[in-house]
C-alpha cells in the first residue's frame, strides 16, 4: 500500500465491483461501492434542499449521480455542506432548465471553490462534470466529503481528545497528527477502555471482522438505544458485519459501508464511516483544564490549502510540521518553475533515526538555495529555520512561493512573457474598471475601498459584463455585516466567472494587501484567459 494525499492507496479488491459507463467515444471505470456511499451520503445532506429537488433523491443502485452533477447546483451545495460558507448562494445559478452557459458558470464555481479548500482538482474540468464523467466525478466527491467529516476532528473543536495523548506526549505532539491517525487512536483509546485486547493499526485489514467495530460501537452508543456485542458470535463475516451495522444503524450512523466493504477493508469507505461515527458519539470525557490550543490562522490555513490544490503528497495538514523535510516545499517550487528542481539532490523518506534529520535539513538549505535562484527575499533566512519549523521566517518563504506561482501564471499569459510586478497589475486593474465605465479604482492594495468590495464586483462586470447582480450589493454601508456580505457575494462571483481565489471574505473587508493582490491577480488571469 502506498500513502497518498487523500489516504491510503490498497490494491482493489478481487471481489469489489467495477462498473464500466461510457462517455462519448471513451469508457471510464469506477467504483460501485464508492457510488453507493456518496450517493447515500448526499441524499443524508442535501436531500431536503428545495433547490435539488429536482436530481434528488440520487438512486445509489442506479447512475444517478453522474447525472445529478450536470447543472453543478449539486456540488456546490456539496462543498458548503462540507465547509459551510464557501460559496455565497447568491452567485449560484439556478432552476430546472438551465442553459449549457450558466452550466458551466455553476461548474466552474464549484471547482474553483474546491481548490480552495483544498481540493486537487487539477485534471477536472467544467466539461467532465457536465457530462458526468464517473472517476473524476467520485474523485471530485470524495475530496470535498473527507474534507467536511475531517473538519473537526481536531483539539479546537474537541478539546477531550487531550485524552488520546501517549505517555511522554505533549499536546503538540497531538496537534501534528493527520485527522486519520487521530482517528486510529480514537478507536483503539475506546478500545482500551472497554477492556478489549485488540488495536487496529489501519482502517482496512484491521477491521475486516468487524471485531473492533463492534465493541467501538457498544463502547460510544447511548445506553437507551440497545447497542450490544452480539455480534461477535456470529462466525460468518459478512452476517457479523451485518448485524455491526445494523446497531451503527440505531445510531443513526449506517453511512459509508456495507458488509461487503467492511469485509473487504475498504479504506477509503471504512475512513469515512468512523469520521462519522466520531462527529456523532466522540464519547470522551470532558477535560477541565487544558493548555491553550494555538488556532491556525486565515493566512496559514490559506497557504495550506494552496498547497493541496496543487496536489503535493504528502497531503499538508499541519503547515509548519509537514514543511520541515523540505520535500513539499521542493514540489511546489517545480510548480512555480516546472524544471527548476534537481530531484538527484533531493533526500526522499523513509528517513533513518541516526543522520535522518541531516537529510531532510539538506532538502531545507536546497529550498532556500532556490528561493534565491527565484529572486525571493531570504535574508537572515536559512534551512535551519524551515526545518526547526520557525513560524514567521517559513511563513516569508511561503508567502513568496504563492506569489511568484500567481505572478508567474500572468507572466506565461502576457503578450510578451515579460515577468508582472504588482504596479502593473494595478495599472490593468484601473484601466479595465475605466475601459468599462466603471467609477472605481484602486491606488494599491491596502486602498481601503477595498473593504466595500466595490473595486472587485466592478472588476469582475467589467471582465465579463452582465455577470454582477447590484441589486446585492450594499452600497455606502460601513456595518460589518453589510460589508462581509458585499465580500462574500464578491468573492464567489470571482470563482464564478474563472478567478482561482485563495482568499477569504475576511482579506477583502480588513484589506489584508497581500491576499487582495492575490484576488486581483487571479482576476486578470482569468481575463487574459479569455
Known amino acids: 500500500m502506498a500513502d497518498t494525499p487523500w489516504g491510503t492507496a490498497s490494491k482493489a479488491s ?7 459507463i461510457q462517455s462519448g467515444n471513451t469508457s471510464h471505470s469506477f467504483s460501485d461501492e464508492e457510488k453507493y456511499a456518496f450517493s447515500d451520503w448526499i441524499n443524508d445532506c442535501l436531500g431536503k434542499d428545495a433547490d435539488l429537488k429536482h436530481v434528488m433523491p440520487v438512486k445509489p443502485e442506479t447512475n444517478d449521480l453522474f447525472t445529478s452533477v450536470k447543472d453543478g447546483i449539486l456540488m456546490c451545495k456539496l462543498i458548503n455542506d462540507a465547509v459551510p460558507e464557501t460559496i455565497d448562494e447568491r452567485v449560484i445559478n439556478k432552476g430546472q432548465k438551465m442553459v449549457v452557459f450558466k452550466m458551466h458558470e455553476n461548474q466552474t464555481l464549484a471547482i474553483n471553490s474546491a481548490k480552495s479548500i483544498g481540493c486537487n482538482v487539477i485534471n477536472v474540468g467544467t466539461q467532465d462534470l457536465i457530462d458526468g464523467t464517473p472517476h473524476l466525478v467520485l474523485g471530485m466527491i470524495w475530496q470535498i466529503i473527507k474534507i467536511g467529516l475531517l473538519s473537526k476532528v481536531n483539539l479546537k473543536a474537541h478539546p477531550e481528545l487531550y485524552r488520546l495523548l501517549e505517555p511522554g506526549e505533549t499536546i503538540e505532539d497531538l496537534l501534528k497528527l493527520p485527522a486519520d491517525q487521530i482517528l486510529l487512536r480514537w478507536v483503539n483509546y475506546h478500545l482500551r477502555e472497554a477492556g478489549h485486547p485488540r488495536r487496529i493499526a489501519n482502517f482496512s485489514g484491521d477491521i475486516k471482522d468487524s471485531e473492533a467495530y463492534t465493541v467501538l460501537l457498544s463502547r460510544i452508543a447511548p ?6 456485542t452480539a455480534a461477535l458470535r456470529e462466525s460468518d463475516p459478512m452476517k457479523r458485519a451485518e448485524k455491526m451495522l445494523q446497531n451503527a444503524d440505531k445510531m443513526g450512523c449506517r453511512k459509508f459501508v456495507r458488509p461487503k466493504d467492511v469485509c473487504d477493508g475498504n479504506p477509503k469507505l471504512n475512513l469515512a464511516f468512523v469520521a462519522n461515527l466520531f462527529n456523532h458519539f466522540p464519547a470522551l470525557e470532558p477535560v477541565e483544564q487544558i493548555e491553550e490550543i ?19 503528497s504528502p497531503f499538508v495538514n499541519a503547515l509548519y510540521d509537514d514543511l520541515r ?5 521542493l514540489q511546489l517550487f517545480d510548480k512555480i518553475q516546472p524544471g527548476i528542481v534537481d530531484w538527484k539532490r533531493a533526500n526522499q523518506p523513509p528517513w533513518k533515526a541516526m543522520g535522518g534529520n541531516m537529510k531532510k535539513l539538506e532538502n531545507c538549505n536546497y529550498c532556500i538555495e532556490l528561493a534565491k535562484q527565484l529572486n ?4 537572515g533566512i536559512a534551512g535551519n529555520d524551515i526545518n526547526a519549523a520557525n513560524k514567521t521566517l517559513t511563513l516569508a518563504v511561503v508567502w513568496q512561493m504563492m506569489r511568484a506561482y500567481v505572478l508567474n501564471i500572468l507572466t506565461q499569459l502576457s503578450p510578451d512573457g515579460k515577468r508582472i510586478q504588482d ?28 473593504k466595500t468590495s466595490k473595486p472587485v464586483v466592478d472588476l469582475v462586470d467589467a471582465i465579463r459584463p ?3 447582480d447590484y441589486n446585492l450589493i450594499i452600497s455606502g454601508s460601513n456595518n460589518e455585516k453589510d460589508l462581509m456580505n458585499n465580500a462574500k457575494y464578491a468573492v464567489s462571483v470571482a470563482r464564478k466567472i474563472g478567478a482561482v481565489v485563495f482568499a477569504l471574505p475576511e482579506d477583502v473587508v480588513e484589506v489584508k494587501p497581500k491576499m487582495v493582490m492575490t484576488i486581483f491577480a487571479a482576476l486578470m488571469a482569468s481575463a487574459l484567459q479569455k
Request: net charge negative.
Open 423 to 450: 504596479a502593473e497589475i494595478v495599472n490593468w486593474v484601473n484601466n479595465t474598471l475605466s475601459g468599462a465605465g466603471k467609477s472605481s479604482s484602486i491606488s494599491g492594495f491596502k486602498d481601503d475601498s477595498i
Open 325 to 329: 523535510d523540505g520535500l513539499v516545499l
Open 294 to 312: 494555538v488556532e491556525e490562522t486565515r493566512e496559514e490555513k490559506t497557504f495550506r490549502n494552496w498547497m493541496n490544490s496543487l496536489g503535493v
Open 376 to 379: 525571493f527575499s531570504v535574508v
Open 14 to 20: 478481487s471481489q469489489a465491483k467495477i462498473n464500466t
Open 223 to 228: 445506553k437507551n438505544l440497545g447497542v450490544d
Open 466 to 468: 452582465g455577470s454582477v
